[in-house]
């Protein structure tokens, strides 16, 4: 059983590149997550998808898209990547809201140069 | 609105020690609350949540919170610690109707020394 699986896990970029990163779930989650994980502040909330054709924004949203076109896959994009973009980037899922936990994957490490 | 005060960035403990990280949280309502430890280039993995009920939790690899309501905290603990504890531990809320949406604290590094 995969759970969250991360594509890619490294990457590095030029400032004004565009690229998306993919997350996949194998466990029919109806939720689904971005967060970026940067040092000493903890883990902040990018987009969110509660269904399949749906997102929403989260607490740092500037600078990306998302789309859920299929339920188990949530995309993540950079248009004109920046700088301040570098970070750790991580999605999750989770079964419903409410007080079912979240599922994370292994992260993918983004460097803009 | 909702936020998470993870006191102490850096925790040093002996090994079989106890460990006690501290977690307070803010939430208008009643909140859900959970831990996540995250190991070297690794994703987060969930120790223990409190939802409803039982105030005292009891999750993996022998860590427990309490939730106090009075004193707005969620504390975890650990009566002996192993080496293999060393992670970094994350405390997290959320609430009732806002699809799961996490708050992070920013997190606790803890550091098992012989």
């Known amino acids: 059983n995969a759970g969250v699986t991360q594509t890619p896990k490294f990457r590095v970029l030029k400032t004004g590149q565009s690229m998306t990163l993919l997350c996949a779930q194998d466990?029919?989650?109806?939720?689904m997550y971005w967060y970026r994980q940067d040092p000493g502040m903890g883990l902040r909330l990018i987009h969110y998808?509660?269904?399949?054709?749906?997102?929403a924004k989260g607490e740092v949203p500037d600078g990306y898209n998302v789309s859920r076109l299929k339920k188990q896959n949530f995309l993540l994009g950079l248009e004109s990547a920046a700088p301040s973009q570098t970070s750790v980037y991580f999605c999750?899922?989770?079964?419903?809201?409410?007080?079912?936990?979240?599922?994370f994957g292994d992260g993918t490490r983004l460097s803009i140069l | 609105a909702q936020s998470v005060t993870q006191l102490g960035s850096h925790v040093s403990v002996s090994e079989g020690a106890l460990v006690l990280l501290r977690c307070n949280y803010s939430s208008s309502v009643p909140p859900y609350l959970f831990w996540y430890v995250q190991y070297p280039n690794q994703g987060l993995q969930l120790l223990l949540k409190y939802t409803t009920g039982a105030t005292l939790v009891k999750g993996i690899n022998g860590f427990e919170a309490e939730f106090k309501k009075s004193e707005t905290s969620f504390h975890l603990t650990k009566p002996s610690a192993h080496m293999s504890d060393a992670a970094e531990y994350f405390c997290a809320v959320s609430r009732p109707g806002t699809a799961s949406k996490l708050t992070f604290g920013t997190g606790t590094r803890l550091q098992v020394t012989l």
């Open positions: 999750a899922s989770a079964l419903t809201g409410g007080n079912q936990p979240q599922h």
């Open positions: 466990m029919n989650h109806e939720y």
């Open positions: 998808s509660v269904g399949e054709g749906t997102t």
